[in-house]
């Protein structure tokens, strides 16, 4: 009956025991034999992140689908049951065994660079999910849409595997929730933000964990300099904490384009300008996009842009990290495939092709168990290998609705087309 619990060539790596000790940290370990072992439901939670488009008897049936004896199937209530009494703490402990960078994370200037951010998800809408995380209004006299929760992360730039996580209500804010996430923060940290979190007392809590910070804020604020640079920066301070002040205007030409000029204000704890020029930390603030791409690899690849399927928020919580698990997993592999190849980068790796090809080891239950000869790759990680993304290049749209809700076309004159660009960066004197 426990070979039925696997996720396919992932299970490398999700262990067996890695499963076996988060359900019996949790004390979630089944008391009697049973049909659905708490081993094999934490599996068919995993394995229902890949095939998020059914529910979970049709991911059982892939699960048990290359399986010589795939045995009786359970009912959607015996199913149901199992994810119950299994709970949350079992998925809550399995992601804290996998949180954290993976090999060949993004370095900068010895530092590990990271970003913070947040999103929200689509909850079904039943009426305790609506207790829990309410509905959003439409008008004086009407509510619009599905539940929805906030998630803010921690992402590792370069490989994006999640580092820390908070969830909950959207009635509170990123802000209300970014505080929790400065236990993952130590000395060698580089954590990238946008103007959301650009509070003077978010700014203090994070710097006080030793790690450093390089956050964009309104260019509004008034910072006076208490000395001032050559390269145009300058120090500043916010409570106790001082800080350096770079601005610069971002300009883009596009070829056949029109010229647009974008100005920042960034404020960072790296206060010395000669070993920290404020050119590269204005370049290097760009990789804050990273995190965005994490989430629309998890909203968009993974759910496709689907609500989430628990009724319950103890459901939506447990199918949260759930969810976070599968994401992370895929992200690990991706990773090692990358480091066995020395011209292979993180960013032209497939998420898609990595998903679709951990779906079809879910089906064949194959790579389940390392082989006697060691593959580091395997076949999620030779199937990236093969499939690069093409190079990125400099590309830009302005930030519009590319697919408009309605059908009719947009009144006014829209831009809708990406251009070739060439940036340059101009430090402002402070």
Known sequence: MFARG????????????????????????????????????????????????????????????????????PSSSALAQARRRVGIAPLRELFGLLAGPAAGAARWRGLSVCAIDGTSLFVPDSAANRAAYGLHSGGAHAVAGYPMLRLVAVVACGTRTVIDVVFGSMAASEITYAPALSRCLRTGTLLLADRGFDANTLIERFAATGADLLFRCRNNRGFPPIERFPDGSWLTRIGGTVVRIIAADIVVTCHGGPRRVQRYRLITTLTDQ????????????????????????????????????????????????????????????????????????????????????????????????????????????????????????????????????????????????????????????G
Do not use: C
């Open 6 to 73: 696997h996720l396919g060539e992932l299970t490398q790596v999700v262990p067996f025991e890695m499963v076996d000790a988060a359900v019996g940290s949790a004390r979630a370990v089944q008391s009697r034999v049973r049909e659905l072992p708490s081993r094999v439901v934490v599996y068919l939670l995993l394995a229902a992140g890949l095939f998020a488009e059914v529910g979970y008897r049709q991911v059982w049936a892939r699960m048990v689908a290359g399986l010589p004896d795939a045995g009786t199937s």
């Open 274 to 429: 000669k070993r920290y020029p404020a050119q590269e930390l204005v370049a290097l603030y760009h990789s804050r996009w990273e995190i965005e791409t994490a989430y629309l690899e998890l909203k968009s690849t993974i759910l496709g842009g689907r609500v989430l399927r628990a009724r319950t928020p103890a459901g939506v919580t447990q199918e949260v990290y759930a969810l976070l698990v599968t994401y992370q997993a895929l992200r690990i592999a991706i990773a090692d495939a990358v480091l066995t190849a020395p011209d292979a980068r993180p960013d032209r790796a497939g998420f898609t092709i990595a998903l679709h090809t951990a779906r079809d080891q879910v089906i064949r239950a194959a790579g389940i168990l390392a082989a006697t000869t060691i593959d580091l790759v395997g076949a999620i990680g030779r199937a990236v290998l093969a499939h690069p993304l093409p190079a990125r290049r400099d590309r830009t749209s302005p930030r519009i609705v590319k697919r408009a809700i309605s059908k009719h076309r947009a009144k006014g004159d829209i831009d809708r087309n990406s251009y070739k660009t060439q940036i340059s960066i101009h430090i402002l004197p």
